[in-house]
């Protein structure tokens, strides 16, 4: 048995106690050509909560539901709902020809948390996130619709992914004008190769309360140290160089700029004896 860390910390201002690292599940199916088959995904599950971790990150969309399907099947089997927190996330759309299957309104917020609660198997999600900015959908329904939400008890938390600092700072003000639940987080990508966030998300963390969930910071593994810098750009076994040259932005970190950073980490995890990851992550 590993030893559970010593501390929870807070989410923001809400009195929700969470690991300081989350286990992402996006990696918890092989449908897309990368991931983890069940055994290694349950596998994955057990030493994470083995070492004291409880909050776990996942999304409707992640592998087909997939994703969500076995996080819950896996809390289920170690009886482990109350202990648990479970963050997940709505927005992409998955029904060809039903324009109202996805995005950031209500109609579409209100489907996907009844097919989340479902394939989780709970009556209740503890972190509900906005999982991508639509562009159309005003900050006053969002808000209203998870206002609702909790209010139902279909949802203890709120919080907003990807979106433009300027939508999460609106939506704050309107929760705390109107009287609305507050957002708890903002779930973003950070990384030694990504830093966007320091300018204006982590200031309006700190000026309104709201916790910041890193995704990706090992930059989709490409900081863990199994990708190659080649003349075609990039090498190794994983999902960056499965989806290399698509359209995808998460994906496309086979740039000079980041290997010329991972040429830094990995002189660095040489000096000090850890691992690149630990390094990254620290």
Known sequence: MRTAPASYFTLGRSGLRVSRLALGTMTFGTDWGWGADKSAARAIFDAYVESGGNLFDSADLYVGGTAESWLGEFIAERKLRDKAVIATKFSFN??????????????????????SLGRLGTDYIDLYLLHSFDRVTPAEEVMRGFDDLVRSGKVRHVGLSNTPSWYASRAQTL???????????????????????????????????IGIMVWSPLASGLLSGKYRATAAGGEGEGRLATMAGTDNPAFRKFTPRNFAILTALEAVAKETGRSMAQIALN
């Not at 299957?101 to 489907?111: C, D, E, I, Q, Y």
């Not at 950070?190 to 309360?209: A, C, K, M, N, T």
Request: proline residues 5%; glycine residues 14%; charged residues 25%.
């Open 94 to 115: 998955a029904e060809l020809g039903n324009p109202n299957a996805g995005g950031n309104g209500r109609k579409a917020m209100l489907r996907a948390v009844e097919g």
């Open 175 to 209: 929760a705390e004008w109107r009287g609305y639940e507050p957002l708890s987080a903002l779930q973003l990508e950070y990384s030694l190769v990504e830093r966007h966030i320091e300018d204006e998300f982590v200031p309006l963390g700190v000026e309104h309360g």
